[in-house]
């Protein structure tokens, strides 16, 4: 017996979410590994190539059978192509420059101290607010990543890495409250293929770099640099972009704290950094932040002879 079409909704972003969790950790230990052999520019770029050439087939396919996706003009086109240079583009340089300095562990628990920011940009910018439940949760989960940051192994104190993983988090902060402002007024599938397109065109001043380094680069690199940009990149991010446009850029965003203990343990298992054992502690204590933050809070019904108040509805 199928389930009822309200419960399927329901799931699909819950599934997207998961989805664009599991594929953003492989992404940390994918280039903890390409990084050897192509520098942070050249790695940028040449997954963004592959992204947005993936994107592309999707967007044909999608208006073969639907038509569209309309494209916006103006500012919004250009707010688009501002939020595509930095997601993509920065975001990509300064992440792949980190795990030069540091491990994928410590990269991605760096990098999901985001989660902080976009709360509180979404409930100042958004006005999402800050209900207690969802404080309560990040409080629980980013006592987990400040355990797993001071027990994972080769975790370092390389400050110019540190720097650049902070750097991605900010990037990673304002360009996911960005986007849910973007989502708005746009789909997510437009969204995320101009803003793909737009972060390619930014990182175009390394094509020679990665021209060069490709000639010389071995299959396993560039047989990783297509996965990044196929999976973490054109798939990771559309499912995110569905997820975002079905839910609060706060929620969402503390469900990313569950990538550093899978990145924790992807990386014992494809690269032999061994997690100690109170890092896997700290990666339970952020799975149950993730469920406190995320859990939907339960409305009470109202009682005999009460009013129904009615609030309007974005349109």
Wanted: glycine content about 12%; hydrophobic content about 55%; some cysteine.
């Amino acid at each position: 017996m199928s389930p009822p079409p309200s419960v399927s909704r329901s799931l699909l972003p819950l599934a997207a979410a998961a989805t664009t969790v599991v594929l953003w950790a492989s992404a940390f230990v994918g280039i903890r590994a390409v990084g050897h052999d192509l520098s942070p520019g050249a790695l940028a770029l040449g997954r963004m190539l592959v992204g947005s050439l993936t994107l592309t087939a999707i967007v044909l396919v999608v208006r073969s059978h639907r038509g569209g996706p309309r494209l916006p003009d103006g500012r919004l086109l250009g707010a688009v192509a501002l939020w595509g240079a930095a997601w993509f583009g920065l975001y990509n340089l300064a992440l792949n420059a980190a795990e030069r300095h540091l491990d994928a562990g410590t990269t991605a628990l760096l990098v999901n101290v985001a989660p902080v920011v976009v709360a509180v940009l979404a409930g100042l910018l958004l006005g999402e607010g800050f209900p207690g439940r969802l404080l309560a949760g990040m409080a629980i989960a980013f006592a987990g990543v400040v355990l797993i940051a001071t027990t994972t192994s080769a975790g370092g104190t390389d400050l110019s890495g540190v720097l650049l993983g902070l750097l991605a988090a900010l990037l990673y902060a304002g360009a996911a409250v960005a986007q849910k402002r973007l989502l708005v007024r746009i789909d997510a599938l437009t969204v995320t293929w101009l803003g793909a397109v737009a972060g390619t065109v930014a990182l175009l001043p390394y094509l020679p770099t990665l021209v060069a380094e490709l000639a010389s680069a071995p299959a396993s690199a560039v047989a990783g640099t297509a996965y990044l940009g196929v999976f973490p990149t054109a798939i990771a991010f559309l499912t995110w972009g569905y997820a975002l446009s079905r839910t609060t850029a706060g929620r969402l965003a503390a469900a990313t704290y569950a990538v550093p203990p899978i990145v924790v343990l992807l990386s014992w298992a494809l690269l032999g950094e061994v997690p100690a054992p109170l890092a896997l502690a700290g990666g339970v204590l952020c799975l149950a932040g993730v469920v406190v933050a995320t859990r939907p809070r339960r409305v009470p019904a109202p009682g005999p002879g009460s009013v129904e108040r009615r609030t309007p509805t974005a349109r």
